[in-house]
């Protein structure tokens, strides 16, 4: 199983960006995916997960700002990122677990799969 992210940059505050997530070995179109980020000198956080069912949740942080999605016809687990701000810089991390639930955590012992991890800087 490989998790393959694009889409990081570097961008200013407020602008946006579009992260993907693509998986070999493994099918998204039924299992909980998350989004973690890890910012310089922090822990891994989750910030967003899709259940199998499609419902998301977001941490307040980014709640309002980012969207999740999953595209099943390409394999592909989307992070829509916008109004992005300097705290939001971080290395971001797509993840998919195994799990099939209606009601997804963003704890990292729920996954078992894992992106390398994609640089996102906001800097003015």
């Known amino acids: 199983v490989q998790l393959v992210e694009s889409g990081g940059d570097l961008v200013q505050p407020g602008d946006s960006l579009r992260l993907s997530c693509v998986a070999s070995g493994f099918t998204f179109s039924s299992n909980a995916v998350a989004w973690f980020r890890q910012a310089p000198g922090k822990g891994r956080e989750g910030i967003s997960c899709l259940s199998s069912n499609n419902m998301p949740y977001y941490v307040p942080s980014v709640k309002g700002r980012f969207r999740i999605s999953r595209d099943k016809d390409k394999n592909t687990v989307f992070l829509e990122m916008n109004s992005l701000k300097i705290e939001d810089t971080a290395v971001y991390y797509c993840?998919?677990?195994?799990?099939?639930?209606?009601?997804?955590?963003?704890?990292?012992?729920?996954?078992?799969?894992w992106g390398q991890g994609i640089q996102v800087t906001v800097s003015s």
């Open positions: 993840a998919a677990g195994e799990v099939i639930t209606t009601r997804c955590l963003v704890s990292r012992s729920e996954y078992d799969y």
